[in-house]
Nanobody, 124 residues
């Protein structure tokens, strides 16, 4: 059984940086695409970033492109999200996810495994 746990959430001022990590247990996810999603209060869960199993291909939502960077360490079975120049609109619960295969898809329904989420609050 795959379990994902996010860490690194918290309060950050607008313009600041935060780094999220997601640790996987239960099996190696080296052949899985990994992703980050977020959900703000009253809104649907939205795609943030994803990365291919070997890390050679990444994909970002337009709203975070150039500010956020996704990376992974298959040796440690982790994926990270470096968030820079954060905006108040970035306040949300951030979730990491995983799906078997190469495709870095943007739809949440394509991801089979999810962490419980970590709260990120951006103050203005």
């Amino acid at each position: 059984q795959v379990q994902l746990v996010e860490t690194g959430g918290g309060l950050v001022q607008a313009g600041g940086s935060l780094r999220l990590s997601c640790a996987a247990s239960g099996r190696s996810l080296s052949t899985y695409a990994r992703g980050w999603f977020r959900q703000a209060p009253g809104k649907e869960r939205e795609f943030v970033a994803s990365i291919s199993p070997a890390g050679g291909f990444t994909r970002y939502a337009d709203s975070v492109k150039g500010r956020f960077t996704i990376s992974r360490d298959n040796g440690k079975n982790t994926v990270s999200l470096q968030m820079n120049s954060m905006k108040p609109g970035g306040t949300a619960v951030y979730y990491c996810a995983a799906r078997s295969g190469e495709s870095v898809l943007v739809s949440a329904s394509e991801y089979a495994y999810w962490g419980p989420g970590t709260q990120v609050t951006v103050s203005s």
